[in-house]
């Protein structure tokens, strides 16, 4: 069964463009991203749009429909009722290239920033051993597909394009936590999460868990954790103490 559409897509280039108009054919169990495939084919050509699988596993389709990010291969217009006008734009929080099509860029430079997995010197590849929990612990988070939803809909560098230099987003802080969990990573996290990418901004408002379109608890799960430790170290009485005395020992030594 089929019925016509109404959509109000994104159009122009950089800063430039506008809301355009179209009615389009919608057969039963499509999704938004082959309603924009479809307009492509038969009326609008040269409609950028980026995507690649069309399962919900690359993270390359996202945009933002009816003012909320999601991924246009698993957005069923079922969801949507046969009268309403669906108006689909690029994601907000980056510059955009052309029509759907979003400069991402911020976010690969802020996963160069991150310091890679840093194992004990005196421990070869092959000898790590881990207990269960401490997989499970971060297992959830490797369910990331970089969509960047997360990073789009954060109020941090959504609304405020002056803190992007100062802060990773979401994303990012995850994979800091991530690696802060591992037991066998001996890089200082918590004082470059806080000092270098940007902890502090987030006030957990949990808008990026409720994007994430793998269910991951970014908030919850590690976000808010990484906060605790942070916190735990700067003002912890007895970790402040103990940190007194193990550099006064150092320094005596």
Known sequence: MSYKA????WR???????LEDFTV?????EVVLDIIHRLQATQTPDLAVR?????????????????KPRLGCMTRMSTFSEDETITVTPMRTFPVIKDLVTDV???????????????????QPGEYRMQQIDVERSQEFRKCIECFMCNNVCHVIRDHEENKPNFAGPRFLMRIAELDMHPYDVADRKDSAQEEHGLGYCNITKCCTEVCPEHIKITDNALIPMKERVVDRKYDPLVWLGNKIFKRSTSKS
């Open 12 to 18: 122009g280039e950089g800063g430039e463009g506008k």
């Open 25 to 29: 054919e919608v057969n039963e169990g």
């Open 51 to 67: 995507w690649n699988c069309k399962a919900g596993k690359c993270g390359s389709c996202s945009m933002e429909i009816n003012g």
């Open 105 to 123: 860029s911020f976010n690969y430079q802020k996963a160069r920033e991150i310091p890679s997995f840093t194992p004990p010197a005196d421990v």
């Open 6 to 9: 109404k959509f109000r897509v």
